[in-house]
């Protein structure tokens, strides 16, 4: 579970992130897709990541890789339809 600590320190880094690149360029100079690239970046150098290991409790990674081997119990729908609830079903022909 995230301590308060890490939550707070991930609040701060979107904030400083978000602060930096809207002093550094107005947003009629950024083009499409920056903000995303800059983040993807992020993640991948992992320059900012946590030195707090993330981890599950047995119990819940028993139960988490359950639900993934039952979900090769399904077969893949070719499509998505959407009713007027807005509630989908999986359509296979």
Known sequence: M?????IAAG????????????LAES???????EDTRRWLELQRSGSVASSTRQTVSG???????????ESFTHTIPEYFKMNQDGISSGTSN
């Open 2 to 6: 995230m301590s308060i600590n890490s």
């Open 59 to 69: 119990p819940v990674a028993h139960e988490i890789h359950k639900r993934y081997v």
């Open 11 to 22: 609040l701060s880094l979107i904030f400083l992130f978000n602060a930096g690149s809207a």
């Open 27 to 33: 947003p009629k100079e950024r083009t499409l897709g």
